[in-house]
């Protein structure tokens, strides 16, 4: 009998995930611009899904009917799914009704690149050759010498002189009915119900091999997932910790942990429609539209095209707003001032040097002297804009063919005003993009530094010309160049607080010193 079913388990709460536990599902994190659970299902083409789900059951929903619309699939709402007397075992229970036939079973962290051929005829449970010295949190197979299965040992040491073998999450059962009476007949194991039962019932009938797995990779953990994404990425990971990004299907998807997040940026995709991608699906999390031809600007930017840009962001973008001074003022004052200290707050948690002061590019830096002596007024007599709020080179697209520019990524909000924002901030991001290209930084071509009490940061920049064109441009406006470049460096200092380390510091050091330069003009 042919295999036509799929049972991918996703119900658990990810408590091993750290910080991405508090983001979402542990099967939405992303993995080379896909969620984990796109690899798995994109593994098998033209079968039938079955999908075990309970933590953030909805956004597993929802990310699956815009990433993957075409499959047939069954969601089976899995409760508990989390304390006494839930586990992967239980929530694969919850989905026998669907599955009295030959089925692949998957865990929601299990991922692999070999080719498996789900038709050979039998019971199998995917193994991989044990390195990893915590055996406790694996379900382990020991073996004879020709391979056949001893016994499982799940959630407890072992001492053997056997083979010894993890099972990667991944099965094939065909003896659906041995399996399942398994399941219900089993006794808890490290407090839950485990997957292990079924597969003691068909070893105690004889009826399970192992399937070897050398590609395998588990992205349970949050050491793990990290892993997986430094070794199967040559970009550097950029992801922020309330918000992802996809691609999948020639559409691009964005999630928000923020349902308002959403809703506003939504809100000024539409208005700003056809400047920005059209969306053609949103749920409380997450948007998509599809993926818009053209290259980024950081990839065909030169004299000509910046000016070409700079003349339509006039035309299009800057719209003048009104509004009256004291509320705009307010509105500055939160977004630069209040802003800033939340983000200098969420990195001071991650290094408790940070303000202690260092040596760059031969003089003294002190941190707290540079931020203490931030002209905040000057910030905040901003210029009343309709503005993109992300308006570096990655966020912009241009048509070769059809010479037009697209936006992408625009930023939701201005300190919670979705109508106004400030031309200078705008104008510091594509300075700071320029200083900074960001096109390059992704692709870690960056470079951080400290030996001892001095710190060595290099960003990768645009050519002088076009920075000195884009000066050239501000002054022609009647505005504050000096101003753009303490942005920039502002906007730095801001970004640092998102980012993983190294990249938070070299950002950190770097901005510092451009606000630095700004104060001694």
Not at 144 to 151: F, P, Q
Not at 390 to 396: A, G, I, K, P, R
Not at 402 to 412: A, W
Not at 429 to 457: A, P, T, W
Request: glycine share 6%; charged share 25%.
């Amino acid at each position: 009998m042919s295999t036509n079913k799929v049972c991918i388990l996703t119900a658990g709460v990810g408590s091993r995930m750290g910080i991405y536990a508090d983001l979402t599902n542990k099967v939405l994190l992303p993995l080379c611009d896909k969620a984990i659970i796109s690899h798995i299902i994109e593994k098998f083409p033209n079968k039938k899904f079955v999908v075990a789900v309970g933590f953030e059951s909805q956004q597993v929903k929802d990310y699956i009917g815009m990433a993957h619309p075409e499959i047939d699939v069954t969601f089976v709402e899995v409760n508990p799914y989390q304390g006494p007397g839930s586990g992967p075992g239980y929530s694969l229970s919850c989905c026998e009704p669907y599955l009295h036939e030959p089925f692949v079973l998957v865990c929601g962290d299990t991922l692999w690149s070999e080719e498996i051929d789900i038709e050979e005829p039998g019971n199998w449970m995917g193994t991989y050759q044990f390195r990893d010295e915590d055996k406790s949190s694996y379900c382990l197979v020991e073996t004879k010498k020709d391979g056949s299965i001893l016994k499982l040992w799940d959630k407890q040491e072992v001492q053997s002189v056997n083979p010894i073998y993890a099972y990667t999450g991944l099965s094939k059962i065909e003896d659906t009915n041995t399996f399942f009476r398994g399941l219900r007949n089993g006794t808890l194991i490290a407090g839950e119900w485990q997957l292990s039962n079924g597969h003691q019932a068909l070893i105690d009938e004889g009826k399970l091999v192992t399937y070897l797995m050398p590609t395998w990779v588990d992205v349970g953990t949050i050491d793990r997932y990290r892993r997986a994404l430094a070794l199967q990425s040559e970009y550097y990971d950029f992801s922020k910790n309330d918000e992802m990004f996809y691609e999948v299907n020639e559409h691009v998807i964005k999630f928000f942990k923020d349902k308002k997040t959403l809703r506003d940026r939504v809100h000024r995709a539409k208005e700003f429609y056809p400047l920005f991608p059209k969306i053609d699906k949103e749920t409380e999390h997450f948007y998509s539209y599809k993926k818009i031809p053209g290259k980024i600007l950081y990839e065909c930017i030169d004299a000509s095209l910046l000016q070409q840009f700079l003349h339509f962001l006039e035309v299009e973008v800057w719209h003048t707003r009104s509004m009256d001074l004291k509320s705009y003022t307010s509105l500055c004052h939160i977004f630069y001032y209040e802003k800033t200290q939340e983000r200098i707050k969420k990195i001071s948690q991650r290094h408790t040097d940070l303000f202690t002061p260092v040596m760059y590019q031969g003089a003294l830096l002190d941190p707290k002297v540079v931020i203490s002596n931030i002209n905040w007024n000057l910030l905040e007599q901003g210029v009343p804009v309709r503005f993109h709020g992300d308006l570096q080179f990655e966020n912009v697209l241009f048509d070769i063919e059809t010479h037009q520019f697209t936006l992408i990524d625009i930023r939701q909000n201005f300190a919670g005003d979705t109508e106004v924002g400030d031309l200078y901030y705008d104008l510091g991001k594509m300075y700071m993009g320029m200083i900074c290209n960001l096109s390059r930084v992704r692709k870690k071509q960056f470079h951080y530094e400290k030996i001892g009490d001095e710190v060595l940061v290099e960003f990768p920049d645009l050519s002088l010309e076009l920075q000195d064109q884009f000066k050239n441009y501000v002054y022609s406006k009647g505005l504050d160049f000096n101003k753009v470049k303490l942005m920039a460096g502002l906007i730095m200092v801001n970004m640092a607080g998102l980012h993983t380390q190294p990249l938070d510091l070299a950002l950190w050091y770097f901005g510092l010193n451009q606000i630095r330069k700004c104060q001694k003009v």
